[in-house]
């Protein structure tokens, strides 16, 4: 394991469990390819170099693989690590990766800026076990001696200063960068599902991993009731542990013929382009990325009002319907009235605190970098 390459650009090293398909996993390969842009050496470092997302990672881009079983064990690799690469600044994402990440900088005793990125909102994410009560613990004690923090909404922002009683001075909130370059290029993608072929009856897109989190089962009904007044078909893009019980539930309902759970898929931007309206059901989100790709597409959008992200996202219901968490028939209605009167679009400016290039220069400002945005 060596330094950079070239010894006068900058070093920045990026740290997060694995890349096994999940929003955070996405923001670090999009801020990777801006870095890169940029100028700076950028490793990629995991605790396990694992997941369905490896093969997005730009090219310039280190993999480093710690080999570690599990983040915590990732702890004397990235140690290791810090020592001999010695990099100007590591950005963590993700609770645990977070902590490793504070520990680590502390007992290699380098000078490197250490920044860490807050994706959920804590409160809701570490207090329903004894171990998950344990990490809140040691959030509120090792995340004020980061360097810098990043909220990716107002939001978790609000929380973590409610939560862990950090400073607000010091908790910075910047969105993370959905928008890019590509992202018109592979919604063109071709795809071949016969519910998308022209003249098929609407199609319903929820997409997220089948965990209580996102709540699918309270689309599921609402898809219900929806069905009961009008054709459209259902699809739900994500693999999770509660696929049994939302197939149980699709059966017990009676709706086979008209929902569909294809699993993972790597590129949903097609069926994002594609479907009459996206509906994210989550019972809480960070900032929900699928939400700004949907409308970023032109896609309309119905969204819970949950903690936190889609109010900020959809300007307090301006440019999508926001209903309660859990209530399927405020859902269905909201479905309903989208379907029957498609919204216009929104104005132009909405997007550029969401556009790559405008979120990597904000990075690059809380890294310790002087640079520049224009646009």
Known sequence: MTGPDNLNAPYLALFLPSLEGGGAEHVMIDLAHGFIERGFQVDLVLASAQGAFLTQV?????????KARRTLTALLPLVRYLRRVRPTALLATLDHANLIALIAKT???????TVIREAN?????????????????LMRYLYPRADALI?????????LVTTLGLDPLRVQVIYNPVVTDQLLQQA????????FVKGQPPVILGAG???????????????ASVRRQTTARLVILGEGGLRPELELLI???ALQEDVALPGFVNNPLPYMARAAVFVLSSAWEGLPNVLIQALALSTPVVSTDCPSGPREILKGGEYGELVAVGDARALAEAIQRVLEHPPHNMAADWVKPFREPFVTTQYLHTLGFDTTYEG
């Open 58 to 66: 730009p090219t310039g881009v280190k993999v480093i693989d710690l």
């Open 107 to 113: 007992l290699a005793g380098t000078r490197t800026r």
């Open 121 to 137: 909102i804590p409160s809701r994410e570490t207090t329903r076990s004894r171990k998950e009560r344990l990490l809140l613990r």
């Open 151 to 159: 909220a990716v909404s107002q939001g978790v922002a609000d929380d």
């Open 188 to 195: 063109s993608e071709p795809l071949i599902h016969p519910w």
């Open 209 to 223: 991993r089948l965990v209580l989190q996102k709540d699918f089962a309270t689309l599921i009904r609402a898809f």
């Open 251 to 253: 059966r017990e309902l």
